[in-house]
């Protein structure tokens, strides 16, 4: 099929795709502000539970998106962002994208979510899948944690929740897809990870219904237990010290996010609206 029948808006697989991941956007979003409800720390009788913001955007070329912005009592800042764009790679581009060399002509959409909890003992997380089309089609994404205090019960549910939804792709999709997010999310410069770990997985071409199927998974895994984990520990106390370690553990995501995410790469050098990209820095960072 022609990248031009591929790429075009009103496919029904590019639309069944951009149905799924503002879906998957409202659900989230509804079980953030729920936990933003049932927060009962030491502050909650003062503090007001928190909202998303939407706010969208359009992108000259064709397509856009809606920001979803939550600052509150439990996420200090966590965006859940939708974008679906099409057009034309530019050139020196289009060399990298699969499918896209001889003609330029892409269509994508996905989902991406940084969750920057206020309390230094709730883990962030990022969670991001997404469907392109060029001459070719594929999925990709993922979701790792990275705990500013490792909890190893912590990291053994979330790990088992992805194992599970990768169980149903395949036998060695979790070893698969777990090693590569080992090496995907991993700060060269510092020879240190990111976090703990998740998975990570791309270009997976052929059989699109069993190929979307297992992105549906790992959004649902990621709904069903990032919102455990929060719940576990977000009426914790903490201490002045533990924030300010908080703080310079921040420092190693934004050094990942601008150096070696594919998705910020890839945004900005598609024309997507930079605030919605860099959606994924913290609110306050600090480097010692």
Partial sequence: MSARALCDPAHPDAVAATRWFETLRDR???????????????DAATTTPGRFERQAWDR????????????????????????????????????????????????????????????????PAHMNTRHIRTTRTWFGGGADLNP????????????????????????????????????YFFIAHRNEPRGVGGIFYDYL????????????????AFL????RLVARHMDRPWS????????????????????????????LKTGGNPEAILMSLPPAVAWP
Wanted: hydrophobic share 35%.
């Fill in 28 to 42: 989230i979003c509804a079980a953030f502000e729920a936990l933003e409800d049932r927060f009962a720390g030491a």
């Fill in 60 to 123: 000259p070329g064709g397509g856009g998106g809606v920001m979803a912005v939550m600052r509150g009592r439990v996420f200090e800042k966590v965006g859940v962002n939708v974008s679906t764009v099409w057009g034309e790679f530019s050139p020196e581009f289009r060399q990298q994208i699969p499918g896209a060399a001889e003609d330029g002509r892409f269509w994508a959409s996905g989902i991406s979510l940084v969750a920057h909890p206020r309390s230094p003992h709730v883990p």
């Fill in 148 to 183: 500013i205090y490792p909890d190893d019960a912590d990291t053994a549910a979330f790990h088992d929740r992805l194992r599970a939804a990768c169980d149903g792709y395949g036998p060695d999709a979790y070893e698969r897809f777990k090693r590569w997010a080992d090496d």
């Fill in 205 to 220: 071409e052929g059989e699109h219904e069993r190929q979307f199927a297992f992105t549906r998974a790992v959004g649902e």
């Fill in 224 to 227: 069903d237990i990032y919102p």
């Fill in 240 to 267: 002045a010290e533990e924030r300010a370690h908080q703080l310079v553990r921040r420092g190693r995501y934004v050094e990942f996010n601008l150096i070696y995410d594919r998705g910020t790469q890839f945004g």
